[in-house]
């Protein structure tokens, strides 16, 4: 939770490096078995990743791995 918050902190002052990293670090440290934490997360590094630094690529990969746990997310 805590590499999250950071990552939203370094978006919203638009280091947008840093927020990529914060959430990866946030996903890597998430238990499989927290199923929701570990989607909101897939997800934010998808959209920072789509959004933002137009990076189609990782946001296809991260994407892909939130459908994978629940195909309706967002």
Request: proline content about 0%; charged content about 30%.
């Amino acid at each position: 939770q805590v590499l999250m918050g950071l990552g939203r902190c370094f978006e919203a002052a638009k280091r947008f490096e840093l927020a990529m990293n914060h959430y990866k670090e946030a996903e890597a440290a998430i238990a499989d078995t927290e199923v929701e934490a570990k989607k909101k997360t897939l997800y934010a590094v998808g959209r920072l990743a789509m959004d933002v630094l137009k990076d189609k690529e990782t946001a296809n990969v991260y994407f892909n791995r939130v459908a994978s746990l629940d195909y309706d997310y967002k």
